[in-house]
T-cell receptor, first 111, second 112 residues
Framework: GENVEQHPSTLSVQEGDSAVIKCTYSDSASNYFPWYKQELGKGPQLIID?????GEKKDQRIAVTLNKTAKHFSLHITETQPEDSAVYFCAASHTGNQFYFGTGTSLTVIP | DAGITQSPRHKVTETGTPVTLRCHQT?????MYWYRQDPGHGLRLIHY???????DKGEVSDGYSVSRSKTEDFLLTLESATSSQTSVYFCATTGENGYGYTFGSGTRLTVV
């Protein structure tokens, strides 16, 4: 099956700085890569996704990049704010039904 | 998490007892999923359903069974709970395109 690795496991940044979280995947058939944000005591929430026919996607302060050749994709958060503090998960899928998740990154934005 | 309700939110049970967790959705979504979340493992798929009475196993299905008798309800049963099944369980749904999960708020299960 697919194997998704996520780094770093923890990340602390000063408010206003950028944060980058990286994921690699093993199955070249994977073609859909969502990112989820999980706040304490809540379920994960989809924040951005990208399909394999696109190299980059942006939504305000959040962007995702995909390198199919290297089998890695990254989440970029610019101008970080305290409310960005949460656990972030990447995932990969080639069926749209069975997703394989990374182990999560705990992001802390220091005011 | 509008449209997806998980019950109970918290449960403590004893080893060897049966436990059923419920997921109820009002989105009329075809696909429903059960995941467990554990430190160091992220989210792992237990079982999923692609329609009423149509279910399939996920990555970590041993010790779990599911049932879906109505579009809106997806039940996860631990036939005989073990301490290794202590976890946070999340239900998720997707629409026809199968992408873009919506998760419930989770059930924290402790097996003592």
């Amino acid at each position: 099956g697919e194997n998704v690795e996520q780094h770093p496991s923890t990340l602390s940044v000063q408010e206003g700085d950028s944060a980058v979280i990286k994921c690699t995947y093993s199955d070249s058939a994977s073609n859909y890569f969502p990112w989820y944000k999980q706040e304490l005591g809540k379920g994960p929430q989809l924040i951005i996704d990208i399909r394999s026919n696109v190299g980059e996607k942006k939504d305000q302060r959040i962007a995702v990049t995909l390198n199919k050749t290297a089998k890695h994709f990254s989440l970029h958060i610019t101008e970080t704010q305290p409310e960005d503090s949460a656990v972030y998960f990447c995932a990969a899928s080639h069926t749209g039904n069975q997703f394989y998740f990374g182990t999560g990154t705990s992001l802390t934005v220091i005011p | 998490d509008a449209g997806i309700t998980q019950s109970p939110r918290h449960k403590v049970t004893e080893t060897g007892t049966p436990v059923t967790l419920r997921c109820h959705q009002t989105e009329n979504h075809r696909y429903m999923y059960w995941y467990r979340q554990d430190p160091g493992h992220g989210l792992r798929l237990i079982h999923y359903s692609y329609g009423v009475k149509d279910t399939d196993k996920g990555e970590v299905s041993d010790g779990y069974s599911v049932s879906r008798s109505k579009t809106e309800d997806f039940l996860l049963t631990l036939e005989s709970a073990t301490s290794s099944q202590t976890s946070v369980y999340f239900c998720a749904t997707t629409g026809e395109n199968g992408y873009g999960y919506t998760f419930g708020s989770g059930t924290r299960l402790t097996v003592v």
